[in-house]
């Protein structure tokens, strides 16, 4: 193995190492009381480690929201790779996509501190990029089965994934967020079965 081949590997398992442990500080603390001498020292490295990989806190943050927004595309498509049947993987799909923005470790993240320190329109970005390819593939299909009504496939993507993520950010709030989350899914699935023919 060449000296450069080495050297990037490191430099991934560095930035993988640092992602890692800035995600539990992010969980756990926030990003506001999360410091970068915290995670530099949890991770046994030095601020110029940090540096040469990541913008800043900020940078190392988007980092974290990405890695996380992984996870939650990765989880969709397991579902999506199932044998259900298309209308039980757009149901599916959405329930999963629900749970794991809400699971404990990662609701700090995804929901409360990414949409104020990226801002909504790179939060939002970021989540068309991993979830919004798989919901209007499942419309798209649903409506060639004519499962679905005929509409206009794009404005029914975001008006969709618009109310999951409004909904989303209200559950977050909620002083009882499981049952929010169930009152939550009621409700889409019964706007989505009002697409069926």
């Not at 498509?77 to 996509?97: A, G, Q, T, Y």
């Not at 979830?131 to 593939?137: A, D, K, Q």
């Not at 993507?157 to 049952?179: C, F, M, Q, R, V």
């Amino acid at each position: 193995m060449g000296k450069p081949l080495k050297k990037i590997e490191t430099g991934k398992k560095t930035a993988s190492q640092l992602i890692a442990v800035a995600r539990k500080f992010f969980t756990n603390r926030g990003y506001s009381k999360t410091s970068l001498e915290d995670v530099v020292r949890e991770a046994g490295m030095t601020r110029g480690a940090l540096y040469h990989h990541f913008d800043g806190k900020k940078g190392l943050f988007m980092a974290v929201f990405e890695d996380v927004q992984a996870e939650i595309g990765h989880r969709i498509l397991e579902v999506d790779k199932s044998e259900l049947s298309i209308w039980d993987k757009l149901i599916s799909c959405n329930r999963v996509f629900f749970e794991a923005c809400l699971d404990s470790e990662l609701q700090q993240i995804v929901l409360i501190d990414a949409p104020v320190v990226l801002g909504w329109a790179t939060w939002r970005k970021i989540d068309e990029e991993r979830t919004l390819g798989i919901l209007r593939s499942h419309l798209k299909e649903l409506m060639e089965k004519e499962i679905i009504k005929s509409l206009p496939l794009e404005p029914l993507t975001h008006a969709i994934s618009g109310a999951n993520n409004e909904t989303l950010l209200w559950i977050a709030e909620s002083d009882d967020p499981k049952t929010a989350l169930d009152e939550v899914l009621a409700t889409i699935n019964e706007f989505l079965e009002s697409l069926r023919k």
